[in-house]
């Protein structure tokens, strides 16, 4: 079945250093690449998104990229602060446009003062 | 405007009794979804809804489960005979649309099963 896998699990960085996630998936037709937040206790949210038809965005400290060929794609957190702690999720379009999210299993991030 | 809502925000209850979690999603979006967030795991897909289209059961781990959604707006979650396993954060999810849209996803129900 449809699958969409993430590393690491879980990541500690020094407060201003650089946080990386990566994300495969497996369906080629999917085309919509969300990424969310969930902070200890609260609801995930949307932080960026990134649709198959550009292969980066940005917005402030954080930027997604993606390589189709490859399928997979990836948050960059840049000038890491300890309110970045949290899990981050990423989900992947499934079923062509009118299809559903698949979620990866979440990256445990710790930003250390 | 007014997010994604759930109740109630906790529920206890003991194994064996059915249990029912209510979702109100974002007034106007057409597509809702269910998932299950055990501690400290991700999201697991029960069950969504697409305007009147008949629902994607897939996620659903038991006959146990079941949910509906009336007039397109509100949706309920049952899970009958509750076992211990069960334990675990039930979030709802709203979109505009199915797809390639963001989901919004309400508070959740914590579901402890004694």
């Known amino acids: 079945g449809e699958n969409v896998e993430q590393h690491p699990s879980t990541l500690s960085v020094q407060e201003g250093d650089s946080a990386v996630i990566k994300c495969t998936y497996s369906?080629?037709?999917?085309?919509?690449f969300p990424w969310y937040k969930q902070e200890l206790g609260k609801r995930p949210q949307l932080i960026i998104d990134?649709?198959?038809?550009?292969g980066e965005k940005k917005d402030q400290r954080i930027a997604v990229t993606l390589n189709k060929t490859a399928k997979h794609f990836s948050l960059h957190i840049t000038e890491t602060q300890p309110e970045d702690s949290a899990v981050y999720f990423c989900?992947?379009?499934?079923?062509?446009?009118?299809?559903?999210?698949?979620f990866g299993k979440g990256t445990k991030l710790s930003v250390k003062p | 405007g007014a997010g994604v809502s759930q109740s109630p925000s906790n529920k206890v209850t003991e194994k064996g009794k059915d249990v029912e979690l209510r979702c109100d999603p974002i007034?106007?979006?057409?597509?809702l979804y269910w998932y299950r967030q055990s501690l400290g795991q991700g999201l697991e897909f029960l069950i969504y809804?697409?305007?009147?289209?008949?629902?994607?059961k897939s996620g659903l781990p038991s006959d146990r489960f079941s949910a509906e959604r009336t007039g397109g707006s509100v949706s309920t979650l049952t899970i009958q005979r509750t076992q211990q396993e069960d334990s675990a954060v039930y979030l709802c999810?709203?979109?505009?649309?199915?797809?390639?849209?963001?989901?919004?996803f309400g508070p959740g129900t914590r579901l402890t099963v004694t």
């Open positions: 999810a709203s979109s505009r649309n199915r797809g390639a849209y963001e989901q919004y």
């Open positions: 369906d080629s037709a999917s085309n919509y």
């Open positions: 990134i649709r198959s038809n550009v």
């Open positions: 989900a992947a379009s499934f079923g062509g446009s009118q299809g559903n999210l698949i």
């Open positions: 007034s106007g979006h057409t597509a």
């Open positions: 809804f697409q305007g009147n289209s008949a629902p994607d």
